[in-house]
């Protein structure tokens, strides 16, 4: 996480044979799959994955590799046009924009089925409970936070997309409307509803987009050189090795996929290229945006069981995960 202030494609070794899947160090009992792999098969160099439909339209992964790196990651994967799926954000609240909370901590609140952390936000370092939020942000159709021009600019975009998804699960990446000065209105003729956005957009129609620095060889350039590591092209905030969150769309708009990769508990963490280049390689993702990671980076899901939201992931921050601004969270029917 980065304080703000208002104002190489990855080669992944292909998944062979069947699948194991399991419930996480068996707490959840109802809705898991049954195939099974060898155990051996990670050993050599197969990457071992878990795979499940724990609630009608929800796909979740749970997948280590050794490739590029010791990495664990979680994918969610869901079916927008499946019966009950419905999507909310954060709502606003408190004397800035949200009170920040853990993302297990609002999926319990929501009773929702699935959540991720979403926006970047302001003040961090810090221990106030109310937050600004990062770029544009709507919850249940108002529209809270505006896009905007973060003063750290090597590593957040001027105006960064956001994805959007209306009241009738239409999902979009929508951008800033230039003519609107207030900036919380967008070009495309969709209808604002729940608007989650992170950095920048870093997968854009299957192509991996990570943004470059204004330099002599990149006069165009989104970000700006500098910060407290010098960051530049040669030595890109994107390229930093951590904890990532990243929300992306497949070319059909009809998947929504949301990922987390850990940097704790034997997990290393990954380049956010790295990301893009697995999302579109292996996940069918068209679109994505990275969302705040680090510490923040938080995956939750409800035990489908007994509906207890838990922390799927290994949070860099604490156990039961940083509290965050805002959180995405997805509600969908038992099986």
Known sequence: MLRFRLGSPLLV????????????????????????TPPQAASQGTPAARSSQPFVGVTFIDREDTLPRAIHYRVVQVDLAADGIRVALTAPSGTRETRRETTAAFLERSRAQVAINGHFFLPFPSDDADAWLIGLAASQGRVFSAFETAEQSYALVADAPAVNIDSRNRATIVHRDPSASDGTRVRESVELWTAVAGSAQILTDGRVTIPAYRDADHPTG????????????ANSWYDVVTARSAIGLSRDRRTLTLFAVDARGGSLGM????????????????????????GSTSLAMADPASGAAKLVNVSADNPAGRAVASSLVVFAKPR
């Open 222 to 233: 989104l970000l700006t050189p500098g910060g407290p590591r010098n960051y530049s092209n």
């Open 271 to 294: 380049k956010v290229g790295e990301v893009a280049a697995l999302l579109a390689s292996e996940y069918g993702v068209a679109d994505a945006l990275n969302l705040d990671g680090g």
């Open 13 to 36: 070794a292909a998944l062979a044979g069947s699948i194991s899947v399991s419930p996480p160090e068996g707490q959840w009992t109802r809705g898991w799959a049954v195939q099974w």
